[in-house]
């Protein structure tokens, strides 16, 4: 059998063969990456494209900065981008300081750790509408909390709809938790508990062993989960789109308003751009850090 | 034996145990519960505050599914558009995540880039391209419409739970099987997706119950004529009009599939599936 599965050509390919391969992998590859091609990469060009007034729609196409100067000057556009950059930051450095707390202490054995390892999870495969409902039936002014402060005559701020969207981090904070939780803990249980331990016999406290051992040997699971929720939250649209205020609005919002209200797919495209640009940067960023951790591991 | 190093006395692990089950009733337990008794809520009665609990029960939200049309068929839209989703996705995925999975690729990075893609934009960037596209393609306001740009989204978690599960095929099956005289067709069919049927599995749970809660999208391209359960309940959530009771209603019929998936996935899937699927950015 072994000699068998040893015996099959592998070493030497003559050209012909070789060839013969890689048109193997080309078709095999061609369904999914061919799909992906036609569906994402050509819109996606359409749009950078159209944000510099090319292959515009209803107008005469050529090429100009004009939409992104419009942009600029627009101050409801301006407010978008700061206010989505705003509840973006706001959730994932909230969700980050949540989910590390509950990740190192899920690593601790506790009565019912399992059931908790399973309930944590439940927002992770909840839609965000889902989330939003949910979440509103409790901070909203008609929602539980009020209710029960009601009798006590104490009053209950306005979470949803306000200006600093307090509600909208709170629902993406909500379901953005167990996100880096479930990385983060993958992390945290790949540290050695002999180094922990060490620190622990050495007179650290258990504090100082978190800010010192676990967070520092933590850190590509903490850039990744980071990078991905922010992200992930920057073009959020149906959380802002419910719980937001009238103004400012989340970029996502003012998009699917041209989009869909008035049809002005060229300014659309150049706040699309705007947020790819964004998120690519970002994710340049998130690689070469990557790299570089790996670069001072070797 | 002791494996933590914040608490190391018994009290300690049941002050944890407490911490941990009061933060998850509050924050899982509770808002489920108020979400189940707004689906029950007596439209005659009504619920309002100062009543912690509905003054009065009945099924008349339920039964709305059935009376009110517009639920009925975002309903049966919903699952319509599910399964042929689920089935392109498979279709699509097998052959592609076979390459990834087993292959040896040349610009390996560069495919694994454009797969997570998808994953990674933001989900009205791709609208606002996908919108244009299909208008001038005809396709806007259409289910195929629909089912075509839930496919962009979807495909990509689909390909890497393949990818990561052809990757653990162990190749002596392989090579036993074409020494035995298998063509690539036989082997295909009788050695390689039988042992891919787990993985195919997840990926299709994943993608049906995916595809039954994605919203942005279906919202852009669909709207108004195609309306999926997510595009509803953000009309009753106050998109349209605020009905807390209809929108209870629609959670709950989103919320059930959701859960199953993660009993199924934690009980009988093997996590990496999930962890192919979700990250590992």
């Known amino acids: 059998m072994a000699q068998a599965a040893a015996a099959i050509p592998q070493v ?5 063969r070789r060839r013969h391969e890689s048109l193997v992998d080309v078709l095999l590859l061609a369904p999914g990456l061919g799909y992906l091609l036609v569906f994402m990469c050509v819109p996606l060009v359409q749009v950078v494209l159209r944000s510099f007034g090319l292959l515009a729609i209803g107008e005469p196409s050529q090429f100009t900065f004009g939409l992104y100067r419009e942009v600029l000057a627009n101050k409801i556009d301006r407010d978008s981008i700061v206010f989505s950059l705003y509840f973006a930051l706001g959730t994932t450095v909230i969700s980050l300081i949540l989910s590390l707390m509950t990740s190192a202490l899920l690593q601790v054995r506790f009565p019912g750790r399992f059931i908790i390892s399973v309930l944590y999870k439940i927002p992770l495969v909840v839609p965000s509408l889902v989330a939003a409902f949910l979440v509103l039936t409790i901070i909203d002014q008609g929602g539980i909390i009020a209710r029960a402060l009601q009798p006590y005559g104490l009053g209950w701020p306005e979470l949803v709809h306000d200006r600093y969207g307090l509600g909208i981090i709170l629902v993406l904070v909500w379901h953005n938790v167990p996100i880096m939780t479930v990385i983060l803990s993958a992390v945290m249980s790949g540290i050695p508990h ?4 060490a620190a622990r016999n050495l007179g650290a406290s258990p504090w100082q062993v978190f800010r010192n051992v676990t967070v520092p040997l933590s850190l590509p699971g903490i850039s990744a989960a980071s990078l991905l929720v922010f992200i992930g939250v920057f073009g959020a649209f149906s959380i802002p789109s419910l719980l937001g205020a009238a103004y400012p609005t989340a970029i996502a919002v003012v998009m699917s308003r041209e989009v869909l209200d008035r049809a002005n797919w060229g300014l659309a495209s150049a706040l699309g751009t705007i947020v790819t640009a964004l998120s690519a940067v970002l994710l340049y960023v998130y690689y070469r850090l990557i790299r570089r951790q790996e670069a001072a591991l070797r | 034996m002791n494996r933590s190093w914040i608490m190391r006395g018994a009290p300690g692990r049941w002050m944890l145990a407490l911490g941990f089950f009061t933060v998850a009733s509050v924050v899982l ?16 009665a009504g619920w309002f505050p100062p009543a912690i609990v509905p003054p009065s029960l009945s099924l008349a939200n339920w039964r709305a599914m059935l009376a009110v049309p517009e639920i009925g068929q975002a309903f049966a839209m919903s699952f319509l558009i599910a399964p042929i989703v689920t089935a392109l996705c498979a279709a699509l995925a097998l052959p592609t995540g076979y390459a990834l999975g087993r292959r040896q690729l040349r610009a390996r990075r560069t495919i694994e880039l454009l797969v997570l893609a998808p994953i990674i934009l933001p989900g009205i960037v791709l609208a606002t391209g996908l919108g244009s596209m299909f208008i001038r393609l005809g396709l806007s306001h259409t289910v195929a419409g629909v089912v075509l740009v839930q496919t962009v989204v979807l495909l990509p978690f689909m ?9 653990g095929v162990p ?46 999208l279906t919202f852009i391209v669909g709207m108004p004529y195609v309306q999926t359960l997510p595009v509803l309940l953000w009309a009753y ?22 859960i199953i998936l993660m009993f199924v996935a934690e009980r009988t899937l093997k996590q990496e599936y999930l962890a192919a699927g979700f990250g590992k950015v």
């Open chain 2, 237 to 258: 959530l106050g998109g349209r009009s605020s009905i807390f009771t209809y929108a209870a209603v629609v959670t709950m019929v989103l919320l059930v599939p959701t």
């Open chain 2, 29 to 44: 337990i509770i808002p489920l519960i108020v979400g189940v008794l707004w689906s029950l809520v007596d439209p005659d």
């Open chain 2, 159 to 167: 390909i890497r739970i393949v990818a990561a599960t052809f990757e």
């Open chain 1, 194 to 197: 002999d180094i922990t331990n």
């Open chain 1, 12 to 16: 030497t390919r003559a050209p012909a």
């Open chain 2, 171 to 216: 190749q002596d099956l392989i090579d036993a099987a074409r020494n035995l005289g298998a063509s690539p067709w036989p082997l295909a069919r009788d050695v390689l997706i039988p042992l891919v049927r787990p993985g195919l599995f997840a990926g299709g749970l994943f993608t049906f119950i995916g595809s039954l809660e994605e919203f942005v």
